[in-house]
């Protein structure tokens, strides 16, 4: 199949450097249908699709391709053109007829005569009609639609267009004979921008190449014209984050393509309503002072021009990030003077309509400080109390400046509000940056009474107390003071939910989730599941608030061994912060990323995590409680790589306090069994196991313990190993830890533990079966409740069944007589309703009866 060169796509040559198997598949399903249309923006890579598809292996089908020239109103010449390709396809040439145009050209009879032709031919056969959307002539299209819905049964059309058309294409979407491929399908995913990236030579890191999919919005012209200037670029980091329509070439293809191309009216208006983050059809007409903007709007999607409506009702509209970024520089240029104008337009009909936040922005952009002022005063405490004023660290400053400037100007009565405002924002800044200090300070300052009695007064006292209540627990919680964090956060939540504020208590809740983290699982587990039905209940469930519950959710998954259940919540929490740029929940969800791959046992992928956590936590103003662990899980899979000197390096320049601290105790006895020195890998972690050392929790017992076991191992002490094992067991069997046993590559010490010898038998089988590449099962939290159906002696014996032990081998083990065990067993299968052993051990798991806590 040959598609003629089109010079004017960027899109074709950034498809040709990948293969993406999975569009090119969703086609294959979509050609299936009678009719295909795939309709998208210039540079989405329709072109490039067929292109793949066509040419991909195996390709059995006659393929009548049609590229349609450029503004084509000749209706003859279009179906000159179709029956010249299928004659092509067919390898036939109408008994020596020469295809030219006449003066009776007569439009249903040549449509009727495609027909037949394509009839002739019974092997399956495609018409491929590409750049249809320049196809202007309306008998034209009336007579492809009689065509359309009348093909041979042998023939299938396959459609590509930049805009919807006048085709009536409804009786073959009633019928289930259409397939639609849209522009969501055709954008590039996260991991396509990284293989495009790759492909084409550019090396840039995982937070680079996300923004520049998140900055595109995986469009391939826009890859495709980054990638034009990346190749050159000396800092392609900064290019990324600099990265926006305005960039020359990228602003060469929107004027040509996008822009210019359209009337007059429709340009004024999109330069107008450019400085909105999102459009309706009323403040489009307000901004323009014409009516009729919402059908321009609706007309604009229709002809997918980088115009998306957000609702279902198609009443609000946003632009294309890039194609935004252009038109607002093409607003400066042509329509300077318009400006402060159009932001104060905008800001009055904003805030006439409680869209407080934007007026904020629009009052400040057009350079009313006093009114910024007063609106920031009225409204932005509450705004932030109600998960309204969610923003990004540069606007939170930008805000800070205003109010501070503007305190000694405010009405005395506004005064003290816009102090707490102003308080407020610190604090939010504060909290984002990690400056823990600059937190407690400005919980001071909101925590002190306030002197009026009015309702509004007392009211404000209350929301005051809430706010420094999460945030006192907050910097506890980030420092391990987790007990007087859980009692802060909870009161925080209590009160919230008293004085009406759902967002706060739901905040606080989610935080309190992070701070349960010293807490069996089974605690976290259940606190992150609380936070997160609250959240859903008020739609929160993907806005940042939950993120804390969420990444908290997954690690505690993660701990168990429940990987692909963890790795569904990882996911979530990160779309949850994607409009979050603050970096103390990011630094959490790569450290719970990198865990999930050490798990799994992806080492290269976990350092590459662990080493943007650490990106991360250069960025924060102040040190946290979990630098140790994330700096010792670095510098552990360091080690294992067999990246010695870095690790040893790294290992040298860490401060004393640090470096006596068990988490990196426990990676210099990684880094010495990796130089194949146990005895120093021994001596490395002596003082953990001695608890001297000081350690974040448990966990690192049991990290010490597996590592003295391979210790052990290595200097031929089979009992030392086999006793400090067991040790780890012991320590993990409350919890059911299964990760600390996979990262430190414990397999070989567990398969040489004799079953009989161990009373952790159960969890040793699970751990194993993990290791090897399995995934504990899901399970459903609520069904914990029903673990009082058996008793303690009853959950002893069922966690045997897992093993390959007798009968006889669980009553020595348990130190009972085998009838016991006998009389155990049938009642096991009598609560689980099961028949045999096999069966309730998998009803076990169902219920997570294996992966609770103890039971004696």
Known sequence: MAFKANQRRPGPAALRLIRRGELVASLDRAAEAKVTLISAPAGSGKTSLLRAWADGPGQPHRLAVVQVRRDQQDSQQFWLAVLSAIRQASGTSGEGEQLAATPEFNPEAIADRVRSELAEHLDRTFLIIDDLHELTSPEALTQLTRLLEKLPPHVHAILATRRSLPLRLHKLRLAGDLAEIRTADLRFTQRETREFLEASGIALSEAGAAKLHQRTEGWAAGLRLAAISLASSPDPERFVAEFSGSSRTVAEYLLAEMLECQPAEVQQLLLRTSLLDRVNGELADLLTGHRGSEGILLDLEDANALVVSLDPARTWFRYHHLFADLLRLELRRRLPEQLPVLHRLAAEWLSEHGEIVDAIRHTQAAGDWSDAARLLAD?????????????????????????????????????????????????????????????????????????????????????????????????????????????????????????????????????????????????????????????????????????????????????????????????????????????????????????????????????????????????????????????????????????????????????????????????????????????????????????????????????????????????????????????????????????PFAITGSLKLLEAMPRHETAHAALVTDIVEVIRGSSIAPGNDSSLVEIEQLSPSELRVLRYLPTNLSRPEIASALSVSVNTVNTHIRSIYAKLQAQDRSSAVQRARQMRLLSVGPTS
């Open 379 to 739: 409204h932005s405490f509450g705004l932030t109390l109600d998960g309204q004023a969610q923003g990004r660290l540069d606007e939170a400053a930008a805000y800070l400046t205003v109010a501070e400037t503007s305190i000694a100007a405010t009405p005395v009565d506004r005064q003290h509000r816009l102090e707490v405002a102003t308080a407020a924002l610190k604090l939010s800044l504060a909290r984002k940056r990690g400056d823990l200090a600059g937190v407690v300070e400005q919980v001071r300052f909101l925590a002190s009474p306030i002197t009026g009695q009015s309702n509004e007064d007392i009211a404000l006292d209350s929301d005051l107390r809430a706010v420094a209540l999460m945030n006192l627990g907050i910097v506890e919680a980030w420092s391990l003071g987790n007990q007087d964090s859980q009692r802060h956060l909870q009161e925080g939540a209590d009160l919230a939910r008293r004085i009406g504020r759902p967002y706060l208590e739901v905040a606080c809740l989610a935080e309190l989730a992070f701070a349960s983290k010293i807490e069996p699982f089974a605690t976290t587990r259940r606190r992150c599941r609380e936070a997160i039905a609250l959240a859903e209940q008020h739609g929160w469930g993907a806005e940042p608030v939950i993120s804390p519950a969420l990444v908290n959710l997954a690690g505690a998954l993660i701990w168990a061994g429940e990987f692909d259940e963890g790795d569904r919540w990882l996911r979530r929490a990160a779309r949850a912060l994607e409009t979050d740029t603050g970096p103390l929940i990011r630094l959490l969800l790569h450290m719970g990323t990198g865990m999930l791959f050490a798990g799994r046992q992806m080492r290269h992928q976990a350092l590459a995590e662990y080493n943007a956590a650490e990106d991360l936590q250069a960025q924060l103003e102040g040190s946290h409680a979990l630098a140790r662990q994330l700096t010792s899980w670095r510098l552990a899979t360091q080690a294992r790589l067999g990246q010695l000197s870095e690790a040893r390096a790294s290992l040298a320049a860490l401060d004393d306090g640090l470096a006596s601290s068990g988490e990196i105790g426990n990676a210099r006895a990684a880094i010495c069994l990796a130089e194949g020195n146990p005895a120093a890998a021994l001596a490395a972690v002596q003082d953990v196991l001695d608890g001297i050392a000081p350690a974040i929790g448990y966990v690192t017992v049991v990290e010490a313990n597996l590592l003295a076991a391979l210790a052990h191992r290595e200097l031929g002490d089979q009992r030392g190993a086999t006793t400090a094992t067991e040790n780890a067991l012991a320590l993990s069997e409350a919890d059911r830890l299964v990760l």
